[in-house]
């Protein structure tokens, strides 16, 4: 039986799959990367000179591409990024999918690199490698790439086509964007924590289609801005703050990465916060994430992540180190606005993230004292990246005042009531009223700093709360004079 369809191309940027000691007559000299010959020469039921291979009983065509210098993958740069993309968009009308062989400790973020760049992907992009050299005894990398071709060829074979960039390791398939590296040696290296295997390599490969991406409707788009001023810090218990501010200051720096603890925890010390609070009102987008293998960020849960709420730092959600990493660049390489950049930060994209948050903004304010009259801004309901705030996805919502302080800055009590689209509320409304969000209070002491208040309005939001209308915030002083630096309402929806 033969197939004659478009085939698979193979890319080659180096790792150790393709490497040999560099002295080929010492075998413990160090690995590097060779020719991408030596790795096809031994791939079984290849025919180099026809340029196909033998896969299910079926013909695949099957093409190659080496990188000029094949390099180890800790030297991959945001430019190696970029020119995998450009040469899958001059190639992707010429194969039905795309493999690319890559060493494996950068791998994970060229693969979620790659899931942002190529939008309304259809076809598969795997990429693999392998633990030991494809010429060792024991090697892992024969099954990794064959299964990798099998996978990339599912169109000419009948099997499931997987239109997303993945990785293939061992026996599992997983969604790049997904992807972490779990082990430094053994072969199952990679994992996804947050999201299941969407494929199992068995006896036969078994792809669980209700967990891919649906087929996009558009052609393939290749976005090439990255933005590569910015960086991942771990946060640590005893951090210097000193340390904090000279990265935060770094000239050109433009966003951070912050794997916080826990669900996104950090020092509460005034000294801290101001640090974050400074960078961000200079412009700095800080995504926090979690140092945890799995689980998720909910900044404001706990009061230690209270205070990085209400300056500015913003949720990373489940997102694993390599996906935050390479979404900021993506991000702010499409839109320079923080601002604007960090409400798309917190979109799901590529399936990368579990959960999308849809924020609903406005300016602080204040009230002069009680029985004065309330503040009402009006902001329509947001649409990131083309992506609209469907309310039947709701999951839940939040009212965030942020930057509370006694109007003359002295300790004291704050309470306050809000309500959603009442402008007629008056100077007391009743907590009764239909559009009442709730009532909350703090204690204000100048030298903690700045308090915020958060309100679970679930039930309001989903019958409030549009798609596509503006909407109103009323505040209402209960007690001291206050003022707010802003207020939010978030919309947390199941990522799509």
Known sequence: MTNDAQGVLVIYTGGTIGSLPEDPQDPLSPLVPKKLDEVMSRLP????????ITLAGSWVRLATHSWETPVDSSNMTFGDWQSLATLIEANYDSYEGFVVLHGTDTLAYTASALAFMLDNLGKPVVLTGSQRPIAETRSDAVQNFVTAIEIAAA???????????????RDHLLRGCRTTKLSANAYGAFSSPNYPYFGHAGEHIRILETLLRPLPDGPLRVRHELESNIA???????????????????????GLVMQAFGIGNAPTTPEFLDAIADAVEDGKVILDITQCRSGEVDLGLYEVSAGLLARGVISGLDLTPEAALTKLAFVLGQEPDADRAADMLQID?????????FNIHFPGGEVAGEGEAPVSTNQATPMVEGRRYDPTKLQKALL?????????????KITLRAFLDLPEAGQHPPAE???FLGEGSKMYHPAGGPESIFFEIDDAARQFVSGSSSHALTIVSLAEPMRWAKANIALVVAAS
């Not at 039921?45 to 196909?52: F, G, L, Q, T």
């Not at 169109?155 to 390791?169: H, I, Q, T």
Request: charged share 20%; glycine share 12%.
């Open 45 to 52: 039921n290849y025919d180099a000179a026809n340029s196909r």
């Open 155 to 169: 169109k000419s074979l009948g099997g499931v086509v997987v239109p997303e960039v993945c990785v293939f390791f």
């Open 232 to 254: 991942s810090l771990d946060i640590f218990p005893g951090m210097s703050t000193a340390l904090l501010r000279n990265i935060l200051t770094t000239r050109g720096l433009k």
């Open 349 to 357: 994209l590529k399936g990368e993230q579990s959960k999308s948050i």
């Open 400 to 412: 965030r005042v942020m930057g509370l302080k006694t109007l003359d800055g002295s300790a004291g």
């Open 433 to 435: 009223a239909p559009h």
